[in-house]
C-alpha cells in the first residue's frame, strides 16, 4: 500500500540575500523564505524527510539568517499537532546535510536514518566553500569528532542508526528518492503517491522555488551548477512522467498556499 496521509510540518523562517536565493540574477535584498519538514504515514512506519534547523544552531554560527521559530514550530512542537511524539518516527530522510534540512534530527533519537553515501561523505570533509551549510552535524556523533566540532548536551542522547543509499530507490511502497545532486553531492529529492492525489514531488532544495524553476535559475548554494540545472531539468521530466504537484523547499510565493499540519494531504 501506498502512505496514507502527508503532513507538512512548518518550521519557521530564515533570510538570505536575494542574490543567493537567485544567482547572479536577484533583485538583491532580504528574502524571508519558510523551512518545513514532510510527514509520512505509512503501513510501512512513520517517515520524516529532512528536519529543518535547530534555532539555536543559527543564532550562534549564522545569526545573519535571522530565524524566526517559536517552540510550536519545532520537531517536536510540530509533531505535537498531530498527536505524536519524536520517539514514534521510525525513519528519518535527509536530502542532504545543509544545516536547515538536519537540524531536527537530534530530536528523533528511535529513528534509522536515510541519506545518500556521497551526501554523508560530503558533511564529513566538506569542501571550505561548504563549511556553513554543513555547520550542523549534531546528527551524527562521529562527524563531529571527525570535524572537532564542540560538544554539546545533545550528542549525549542521540544515537543516530545509518542506512546509507545510493541511485534512485523506492524505499517503500510509494515512497521515491531521485538523485538530484549539484546543490549538494549527494542530494535526494521525494516523491510520494498517495490513493485520493496526484502525487507528490517534493524538490528539497534541487530547487528552492517555482520562480527558480520558471527562470531555470539555481541558488548561489551549490556544489556543481551544470549538475543543479541538470537536477532542476530532472525535477520537471519527473513531474510530467508521473503527473506530479511539485513542492518547494523555500518558496515564499507558494507556502501560503500549502496545507499544514495538523492539516494533511491523502
Not at 512513520?46 to 528536519?51: P, S
Not at 551549510?133 to 562521529?142: A, E, H
Not at 534512485?168 to 528518492?177: S, V
Not at 531521485?178 to 507528490?200: C, I, K, N, Q, W
Request: hydrophobic fraction near 35%.
Amino acid at each position: 500500500m501506498s502512505a496514507n496521509k502527508v503532513y507538512l510540518l512548518d518550521g519557521g523562517t530564515l533570510v538570505i540575500d536575494g542574490y543567493h536565493a537567485f544567482w547572479n540574477r536577484g533583485p538583491g535584498g532580504e528574502l524571508r523564505f519558510p523551512c518545513y519538514a514532510i510527514l509520512i504515514d505509512h503501513p510501512d512506519g512513520l517517515y520524516i524527510f529532512d528536519t529543518g534547523y535547530d534555532h539555536a544552531h543559527v543564532e550562534r554560527v549564522l545569526p545573519f539568517e535571522k530565524p524566526l521559530q517559536t517552540e510550536a514550530q519545532t520537531i517536536p512542537g510540530q509533531l505535537a499537532t498531530v498527536g505524536l511524539r519524536p520517539s514514534d518516527i521510525n525513519y528519518v530522510i535527509n536530502s542532504h546535510y545543509h544545516f536547515d534540512h538536519c537540524g531536527g534530527n537530534i530530536h528523533l533519537t528511535e529513528a534509522c536514518t536515510l541519506c545518500h553515501a556521497k551526501e554523508l561523505e560530503a558533511c564529513a570533509s566538506p569542501h571550505p566553500f561548504e563549511m556553513l551549510g554543513y555547520s550542523d552535524v549534531r546528527f551524527s556523533p562521529d562527524i563531529s569528532a571527525k570535524r572537532g566540532a564542540p560538544a554539546e548536551p545533545a550528542l549525549d542522547i542521540y544515537t543516530p542508526k545509518f542506512e546509507t543509499l545510493t541511485n534512485d530507490q523506492e524505499i517503500a511502497k510509494g515512497m521515491w528518492l531521485f538523485e538530484t545532486p549539484g546543490h549538494t553531492a549527494g542530494h535526494y529529492s521525494l516523491m510520494v503517491e498517495l490513493p485520493d492525489r496526484r502525487p507528490m514531488l517534493f524538490s528539497a532544495d534541487a530547487c528552492y522555488s517555482k520562480q527558480n524553476m520558471d527562470l531555470m535559475c539555481i541558488s548561489s548554494f551549490h556544489l556543481d551548477p551544470v549538475a543543479s540545472l541538470q537536477s532542476m531539468e530532472r525535477l520537471k521530466e519527473l513531474a510530467e512522467k508521473y503527473d506530479a504537484e511539485l513542492f518547494y523547499s523555500h518558496d515564499p510565493a507558494s507556502y501560503p498556499d500549502y496545507l499544514l499540519a495538523p492539516a494533511f494531504y491523502s
